[in-house]
C-alpha cells in the first residue's frame, strides 16, 4: 500500500501559486475572461428581456447557464494550466525523478485548480449578482449538485486532456483549449437536449453537464428536478475521473518505458 | 542501523538492458557504488550513460535487470528510493519562472526534507547563492545555474548522488570548488555518488573507481589513478580515446 505525503502534494500547489503570485499574465486570465463573459451575457439577457414578448426571464437561463459553464471551463482549464506549467518549463525530468507518484501529482494539479476556479467563480457570481441581478435563490439548494457535477467532470476532462498532451507532446496543447467549446453544443448549455437530433441527444445523455443544464432550466421552469437524473450524471462524472485517471497513469508508464519522459521535447522517441 | 545500512551498496545493479527498437543502449551492464565512493561512468557520447541514469532515477524502466539503492528494489518501492537518491544534469536545470529559493522549497518538499528552511539556508550557504536567493533561475548564468541544480541535488542529503556532467559549464575555478564540495560530500556522510564527466583531469582527481561504457557495455573498471598504466597508456584520457575507438570498431 502506497503512502500518500500530503508535502508532495502541497508541493505541486505551492509551485502553482509562486507562479500565479509572480505573473501578471497568470493572474490575469483567472478572472479577466469569466468576467468578459458576464457582462457579454448580461447585456445580452437584459436585451433579450426587452425585446421578447414571451414573458421569460433571460437572466436566470442564459447568464445562469454561462456562470456554471465557465466555472466548468475553469475547473478543465485549472487542471490542465497547472499540467502545462511543467511543460512549458521542461520540468519533467526534475519532477518525475523526485519520489512524487501519478496519484500525488494529479491531486496537486486538482487542488490547483481548486483554488484559481475557485477565484473565477466569486469575480462571476458578484459579476452577475451585483451587476446584472441574477438570483440564485430561484436555483435553491440545487445549485450546490449543480457545481459539483460540472467540477467533477471538469477535473475528469482536465486530467484526460493533460494524458493527451503528455502522450502526444508539447504541440499538441492547442488540441486541449477548444475542447470545452466542442462540448458545449451537446451538453445543451443554452437549449433543451430535445432540440438537437436524436444523434447529438445519444451523446449528450454520456455528458454530466447536461443533466445540470436540463436541472437547472426545470428548476426556473418551477417544476421539480428529477434527482435521479442528477445523481447519474454525478456518477458519470465520478467514472470519467476514475477513467481520466487510469489514462494518466496509461499514458505516463508508456512514457516512463519508451524514454519520453526523458525526451519530451522532442515529442516522439522513434 | 549504521551498521546494516553499510552492509548494502548505496547502488547495485545487475544486468541491466534497455533497448529502443533495434538499438541496444544499455546491454546487460552490472556495477555497485558503495558508500563514501565516488564512481565515474565514462565514455562517448551514445555509450549509454544518461541512459542508465535515467533507469537509476527511475524515470526510464529497464527492459531486464534490477536496481538496488540502499538494498531496496527501485521497481518495487520506488517512492522510498527515490527519496534517499538525488540528481543533478546538466541538461535538467530546474524552472526558470521560479526564483532559487521557491525551487529549493518545492523540491525539498517534494523529497520530504526534514527542517526544510534550515536545510535551504545551508545549501545556499554551501554553493554561494545566498545573494540569488530570491532572484529567478532562467535569469542566472549556466554556471550559477548549476550551482542551484547542486544544491538542489544535495537538499535531502541523499544517500546515492547522480551527477551528469555536473561541472559542463563551469569556469575552473568553479569547477574545483563543486568537486571539493562533492568530496566532502561523500567524506562526511555515507552517500555514494555516480559520477559521468568528458574531463579525464576532473575524473582522476575526483573518482575513486572508473567504469568505460562503450555501446552500452562496460569495458574498463579500475583505479583511475592506475588503469591507465595497466593497459600501457600514459594518461586517463589517452585511454578513453583508446577505448572508445577499439569500442566504436568492436561494435
Known sequence: MKRVRFNRIAAIVLRHFYLIRGSFSRLFPL???????????????????????????????????????????????????????????????????????????????????????????????????????????????????????????????????????????????????????????????????????LWMQYFSRLLPPSYVFEGMRTVISGAAVSGSNLFWGGCLAVLYILFACWCFTRVYRHAVRTGLIARYSAETVS | MIGIVMLTKALSIKDLRKTYGALVAVDGISFDVGHNEIVGLLGPNGAGKTT?????????????????????????????????????????????????????RIFGLLYGVADLPGRIEAVLREFDLGKFRGVKC???????????????????????????????????????????????????????????????????EVCDRVLFLSRGRILLEGDPKTLPGEHGKESLEELFISVAREGLEAG
Open chain 2, 138 to 204: 532562467g535569469v542566472l548564468s549556466s554556471g550559477e545555474q548549476t550551482r542551484v541544480g547542486l544544491a538542489k541535488a544535495l537538499l535531502n542529503n541523499p544517500r546515492l548522488l547522480l551527477l551528469d556532467e555536473p561541472t559542463a559549464s563551469l569556469d575552473p575555478a568553479t569547477s574545483r570548488d563543486i568537486r571539493t564540495k562533492i568530496r566532502e560530500f561523500t567524506a562526511q556522510g555515507s552517500g555514494g555518488v555516480l559520477w559521468t564527466s568528458h574531463n579525464m583531469y576532473e575524473v582522476e
Open chain 1, 31 to 197: 478572472f479577466a475572461w469569466v468576467a468578459v463573459d458576464m457582462v457579454l451575457w448580461g447585456f445580452i439577457t437584459r436585451y433579450l428581456n426587452v425585446v421578447t414578448s414571451s414573458g421569460l426571464n433571460f437572466v436566470p437561463i442564459f447568464l445562469g447557464a454561462v456562470l456554471l459553464w465557465d466555472f466548468f471551463t475553469r475547473v478543465m482549464h485549472g487542471v490542465t494550466t497547472a499540467f502545462f506549467e511543467d511543460v512549458w518549463a521542461r520540468n519533467f525530468l526534475n519532477i518525475f525523478a523526485t519520489p512524487l507518484s501519478i496519484g500525488e501529482y494529479l491531486s496537486g494539479l486538482v487542488l490547483s485548480s481548486i483554488a484559481t476556479s475557485l477565484v473565477g467563480l466569486i469575480v462571476m457570481l458578484v459579476l452577475a449578482t451585483a451587476v446584472f441581478g441574477l438570483s440564485f435563490a430561484g436555483y435553491g439548494i440545487m445549485l450546490v449538485p449543480f457545481l459539483l457535477v460540472l467540477f467533477l467532470f471538469g477535473i475528469a476532462l482536465g486530467i484526460f486532456a493533460s494524458a493527451i498532451v503528455l502522450r502526444l507532446g508539447p504541440a499538441s496543447e492547442w488540441f486541449i483549449w477548444p475542447i470545452p467549446a466542442l462540448v458545449s453544443p451537446f451538453a445543451g448549455v443554452f437549449y433543451p437536449i430535445s432540440t438537437l437530433p
Open chain 2, 52 to 104: 542508465a541514469i535515467n533507469m537509476v532515477l527511475g524515470v526510464l524502466e529497464p527492459d531486464t535487470g534490477t536496481i538496488l539503492i540502499e538494498g531496496t528494489d527501485i521497481a518495487k518501492r520506488r517512492s522510498w528510493v527515490i527519496e534517499r537518491t538525488n540528481f543533478a544534469a546538466v541538461y535538467a536545470p530546474l524552472p526558470g519562472n521560479l526564483t532559487v529559493y521557491q525551487n529549493l
